[in-house]
């Protein structure tokens, strides 16, 4: 790493990771986009395809280059990835990249070709403007190795594999059919030409692939195994994902609309009908069901001409006639894509069904001074992309899954209208059930603009009006705090958590940054012991996106006791205690404390 020269290491941020690329070559294609874009080459296609992978996933990259995908994968999403690359001026800036980011343990190189046998071939141009078309390795003899993906996968499933060989993807396929029949991964391949498509799809095709999305200038195809031949919707999901679930028969969604929304509700209702057994539609305000939605067999209606009982909670109404069902909740006024219930099935899958998974979520920070106020939450927001799966506190019901097996909800746990989010949270920590936000890709889920007052709007502006619901929902928030993902169920790994006092402000917001950049789901406690509560203005910070509390002397002696309790049942290891201690300057470090300081530590 020595020989590297600083001035060819470009530095960017991505998806909240600090990234560092070696990029001598400015003439190079790939290195010159990195650097003019200030981020990953190809940055929408990975994001996509990314989203659609599992926690952990092991990903096959052939033709991996100076590194820009493998670094992508292995650090934004935390993949095993298993990486190729014979040309030798890509390859070591490869090796380069691996190890400006730490990668080593994730990231594993072979400077080998792959192909369809075990054989020698000729060399080839191996100059830095060439880096993209070298896909052998260079022997002592002149001579070059090719082996079969099959070979060296050996028996590790693959959940991806990327492919850019500069024509010889059909080659490598025939070296994966293997792999590919086994794990049916998601394949990643360049195509530049129609003939070069037409290769790789004879190759695909008669494994049960077929093409789903098409990115990039030089085209690059993203093929996935093809169940849309089956009728019903359970069907057309994986048999391994379902296995992983409770007993599974349909799956099933519910969604609650209002009158005058029809046009939002039937492009809503069309667009999510083909991915579910049956949808149950609870009209609010509706003196009967409109004409589109008889004619569609697999729709149960329930009219309510009243429409204040439920309101939008009249979309869990389907929930108690859906045994043995994935059930999805769904708002009349966005656009699902066309993978939207497979992913989030799959997504449920890997928590074994024991959790609801959603695409919107929240942090709630806590002292909180009202859930709709500026500053109370951080938010996991569906129209923004986001790699690697979360766990929050409320998950939104615009676009959650459940198994009804698992989320025994009945419409006697909707005490009032318009806030089945935070109804659903509720039941959720008193089962000490986990949910979810699940990665997906930039605007994934498309709002439709409507023409009538929603319940954010409402509630946020505190209009008084029959949707606007802030107060109650205050009130149902105040008799469950604290709210914690460190109160974790039997089937979750609690996160670290890191209890901390602080007298003045300064570094309180970097410590818990470093927390947060540490692992994804951390927890900061501050206890403030500042004289004018400065610390809490400073930590309570949605910027932050991790879950914070700030507990001070003058707190309530039932929510101090509580907070003693919840930290008294965190599993071994978990917490952990600090005090920041500040000198003159204005300088600070965190003091480690023993881990059993908190009892000390708190008011």
Request: proline share 6%; hydrophobic share 40%.
């Amino acid at each position: 790493m020595n020989r590297i020269s600083q001035q060819d290491v470009f530095q960017f941020n991505s998806h909240g990771h600090s990234i560092r690329m070696h990029l001598p070559d400015a003439r190079d294609h790939i290195p010159r986009q990195i650097r003019e874009n200030g981020g990953f080459y190809e940055l929408p296609m990975l994001e996509d395809v990314c989203s659609r992978l599992p926690e952990r996933a092991c990903i096959v990259d052939v033709g991996a280059n100076i590194g820009n995908h493998t670094v992508f994968f292995a650090k934004i999403i935390g993949a095993r990835t298993i990486a190729f690359e014979p040309n030798p001026v890509a390859l070591a800036l490869l090796r380069d990249n691996i190890a400006l980011n730490d990668l080593g343990d994730r990231a594993e190189v072979h400077d080998i070709a792959l192909g369809d046998t075990q054989a020698r071939g000729a060399v080839v141009n191996d100059s830095p403007s060439n880096l993209g078309c070298a896909r052998v390795q260079v022997e002592a003899e002149g001579q070059v190795v090719i082996r079969r993906l099959d070979d060296i996968v050996g028996e590790r499933h693959v959940d991806l594999i990327k492919i850019d060989v500069e024509g010889m993807e059909p080659m490598v396929l025939r070296g994966a059919k293997a792999t590919i029949s086994r794990c049916q991964p998601r394949v990643l391949a360049e195509a530049a030409t129609a003939e070069q498509l037409a290769a790789v799809e004879a190759e695909l095709r008669p494994l049960g692939y077929r093409k789903r999305k098409v990115y990039n200038h030089t085209p690059t195809y993203l093929f996935e195994y093809d169940r849309s031949a089956s009728a019903r919707a359970i069907d057309r999901i994986d048999p391994r994902v379902l296995a992983k679930l409770p007993p599974t028969k349909q799956i099933v969604a519910g969604m609650a609309t209002v009158a005058g929304n029809e046009v939002a509700l039937r492009a809503t209702v069309m667009s999510l009908l083909p991915q579910v057994d049956r949808l149950y539609v609870y009209l609010n305000h509706f003196r009967e069901v409109p004409a589109f939605l008889r004619r569609l067999s697999k729709v149960t209606c329930h009219v309510d001409t009243d429409g204040r009982r439920y309101g939008d909670a009249g979309k869990f109404w389907g929930l108690e006639q859906s045994p043995d069902a994935v059930y999805v909740t769904c708002d009349d006024d966005l656009i699902y894509p066309p993978n939207f219930v497979e992913r989030l099935v799959e997504e449920l899958a890997q928590v074994d069904g024991r959790a609801a998974v959603g695409v919107h979520g929240a942090l709630i920070l806590q002292p909180c001074p009202g859930y709709y106020r500026d500053g109370s939450r951080a938010v996991l927001h569906f129209e923004r992309p986001l790699m690697r799966r979360r766990r929050v506190h409320v998950v939104a019901t615009n676009a959650c899954a459940f198994h009804s097996n698992v989320v025994k909800m009945t419409m006697g746990h909707f005490k009032a209208a318009n806030m089945g989010d935070i109804w659903l949270a509720q039941y959720l920590q008193q089962e000490r059930i986990p949910a979810y936000v699940v990665p997906r890709p930039g605007r994934w889920l498309v709002p439709i603009e409507v023409n009538r007052p929603t319940i954010y709007e409402q509630s946020r502006a505190g209009s008084g009006s029959a949707y606007d619901s802030s107060r109650r929902q205050d009130e149902v928030l105040s008799t469950m705090y604290p709210v914690s993902l460190l109160d974790a169920g039997q089937h979750v790994e609690a996160p670290p958590t890191l209890i901390f006092s602080a007298e003045h402000p300064t570094g309180v917001g970097e410590t818990i940054a470093a927390i947060a950049a540490r692992h994804r789901d951390a927890i900061a406690v501050v206890v403030d012991r500042s004289r004018d509560g400065e610390v809490r203005s400073r930590a309570l910070n949605p910027a932050l996106g991790c879950e914070v509390h700030v507990l001070r002397a003058d707190d309530q002696p039932s929510l101090l006791a509580s907070y003693r309790s919840l930290f008294e049942r965190a599993a071994p290891g978990t917490i952990h205690c600090g005090a920041l201690r500040h000198a003159s300057g204005g300088s600070y470090e965190l003091e480690q404390l023993d881990d059993a300081a908190w009892k000390t530590l708190l008011p």
